[in-house]
């Protein structure tokens, strides 16, 4: 059955996979431009998981663009520093933020991933997301493009985007597509490769008595690498009076085949049992109250929230082809100890979104080049962050190296941590096609390709547009004079 255009003009649309925040916060950006899209998501409920994210000058500025900022800063805390400790909760050093608040213009937030999830997932029209819809195949036409679900249903567009994490089905129908044609690199043809094993959850609302930290109006944020074993955890205070926490093992060759059987891209409960029973007895800061233990979190956690995940580590040099391109995991799975993961996703949705909005026309030909744009702008900034998340990640090595790096931590001199709040903080993207967010950063924003580039489009276009709107206006005007009779 041959695929039929449905969008005219180049205004595309858009079938996006997964409901992930990347793939979300394109669906909510393609909202506020006017691009036609529907969300396909393989769960048949939504139901967030993970525990917090920190959200700074990178994601701030396109927050209120999209008008989310303040019901994200109602609901998170201000956190100022990273307190490190050894595995006895010693600690070891502290890495202080605050020097990074004026330079990006905006504080530092802690926000439990579920509420800011919720907060994106509230402002799309809910008829444009579709649940229990897993993806067996998709279809590159020259005229269209096409998304085959397992339970029979079926969706035409211009263009599919795979938002739908480490596992993509969108990729690897993708590179079948692209194997088949041999344009697919052998070095994306293999799996991703992993070695370690996340275990994540948040509490209910926890008593400050038992609990200091909790309900100080700036987010506790305590990171725990232990030198004996080859685990670290985190934990984090929000404002809903919960604590989000995290642990991952770090694994070697051997270890990483214990947990083959738990290879799955399934953020579930199933797999998070056994983990939780060996992380209990794990010590946590918790304002210097001695006694307190990973496992009060645990027993204080919805069983149903708490979720056990293998990552992978990998950067694919392939993000498209034909009518498909890829943003998030499904495109570059980053260590979890650089927290760079879902802000990767969100600036992956921004910087796709400005190009989708200025399409010249939807001929497979100017699509490649828009995603080729794309691809330029994200690849090396993953790749920094993909370099950063593996030296963090070093950091717990039971070696010579994990030593070096404990130690350069612990003793950073002022100026060099003042260079890395530098890099961090320059990058502030912003969508070209909404109002712009008045930046009051004191350090220069970094270069965004996608914004100045589509920026010109824009303006060219709607010069154009005038254009054409005043020639149509004078020929009207002289079709309509009036013309006295011509005698005979």
């Known amino acids: 059955m041959s695929i039929q255009p449905i969008s005219p003009g180049a205004k595309p649309h858009v079938i996006i996979v997964g409901a992930g925040i990347g793939g979300l916060t394109l669906a909510l950006l393609l909202e506020r431009a006017g691009v036609s899209y529907v969300v396909l998501e393989k769960t048949s ?37 990273i307190r490190a400790h050894d595995g006895d909760c010693k600690p070891t050093y502290n890495l202080d933020l605050r020097p990074g608040v004026p330079m990006a213009g905006t504080d530092w937030h802690i926000v439990a991933r579920p509420v800011l999830y919720n907060i994106i997932y509230d402002k799309i029209p ?55 044609n041999n344009r697919l690199p052998s070095s994306d043809d293999v799996p991703m490769p992993y070695n370690c094993v996340c275990l994540v959850g ?102 149903d929230l708490i979720s056990k995940v293998v990552l992978e580590e990998k950067v694919y040099k392939t993000w498209y082809g034909g009518r498909t391109v890829l943003l998030g995991d499904a495109c570059h799975k980053l260590n979890p100890a650089g927290g760079a993961g879902a802000l990767s996703a969100i600036h992956d949705a921004l910087c796709l979104a400005n190009w989708l909005n200025v399409l010249p026309s939807l001929s497979v030909d100017d699509l490649e080049k828009s995603f080729k744009e794309y691809y330029d702008e994200r690849y090396p900034i993953v790749m920094a962050a993909y370099r950063s998340s593996k030296m963090f990640a070093k950091a717990h090595e039971k070696n010579t190296t994990g030593a070096i790096v404990r130690y350069m931590n612990s003793h950073m001199p002022k100026w060099l941590w003042m260079i890395a709040l530098k890099k961090t903080n320059a990058y502030r993207p912003q969508a070209s096609f909404l109002e712009p967010a008045k930046d009051t950063g004191t350090l220069r924003p970094s270069s965004q390709p996608s914004l100045i580039k589509t920026r010109i489009l824009m303006e060219a276009l709607l010069k154009k547009q005038g254009q054409q709107k005043q020639g149509q206006q004078k020929t009207s005007s002289v079709l309509t004079t009036d013309v006295d009779p011509v005698s005979v």
């Open 45 to 81: 409920s939504i139901k967030s998981l993970g525990s917090a994210l920190s959200v700074s000058g990178q994601a701030t500025y396109l927050f209120r663009q999209l008008g989310i900022y303040e019901e994200l800063k109602e609901k998170s805390l201000v956190f100022e520093e």
């Open 126 to 180: 809910k008829e444009k997301i579709h649940l229990g819809k897993r993806v067996l195949t998709i279809l590159n036409g020259d005229v269209g493009a096409r998304v085959d679900c397992t339970d029979g249903s079926t969706f035409d567009g211009d263009i599919i985007v795979g938002a739908d994490g480490a596992y993509s089905p969108v990729r690897q129908g993708l590179f079948k597509w692209l194997k088949k």
């Open 202 to 303: 948040q509490t209910g609302e926890v008593d400050p008595e038992e609990f200091p930290e909790i309900g100080k109006p700036i987010s506790v944020f305590d990171n725990m690498a232990s030198t004996t074993s080859s685990y670290t955890w985190a934990v984090f205070t929000t404002k809903q009076r919960t604590i989000c926490w995290a642990v991952v093992e770090h694994l070697d060759g051997s270890s990483s085949k214990e947990h083959d059987s738990f290879r799955n891209s399934d953020w579930g409960p199933e797999a998070a049992g056994a983990m939780a029973q060996a992380v209990r007895d794990f010590p946590i800061p918790n304002g210097g109250k001695s006694g307190m233990t990973l496992g009060h979190l645990i027993d204080k956690t919805d069983k």
